[in-house]
């Protein structure tokens, strides 16, 4: 019982700071966020999301080894789902202290009364993640 007290209260003293720190926090809460990273402490990914609502996303991402050529690329596809969260993600794939060197281009989809229309499309070589993050 005094570790779920405990858990609640860490829950209740963190909200409000979360709310009212600029940048970062904001993303996701406040509108759709869409972006990708690369050699990001072992991962790639390109991710879709949107805390306060669900809507159906597919994210396509394609992993490129080397940014100047398409050879050994490979794709994820998360296909269709309804979510307030939609990532394509790659653990342990590219590691900037070994000297990985990825492109990962993301393809975020969204599923409309018309059909699939693409969103926006993200790219990046290195694991910052502004793509919008802080744009609302």
Not at 32 to 38: G, I, K, Y
Not at 68 to 77: E, L, M, V, Y
Not at 79 to 102: F, K, L, V
């Amino acid at each position: 019982m005094h570790e779920l007290k405990y858990s609640v209260l860490s829950a209740l003293f963190l909200i409000p700071i979360v709310l009212i720190s600029p940048g970062k926090s904001a993303a996701g809460i406040s509108g759709v966020t869409r972006h990708s990273r690369a050699n990001c402490f072992g991962f790639n990914e390109s991710v879709t999301w949107y805390l306060h609502q669900s809507d159906t996303w597919k994210v396509i991402s394609i992993h490129y080894p080397n940014p100047r050529t398409p050879a050994g690329a490979h794709t994820i596809d998360t296909g269709w789902s309804t979510t307030w969260r939609q990532a394509a993600y790659h653990p342990t794939e590219a590691y900037a202290n070994r000297g990985d060197n990825y492109l990962v281009r993301g393809f975020h989809y969204r599923w409309t009364s018309a059909g699939e229309v693409l969103d926006e499309v993200t790219q990046q070589t290195g694991c910052g993640i502004y793509n919008g993050w802080w744009d609302y």
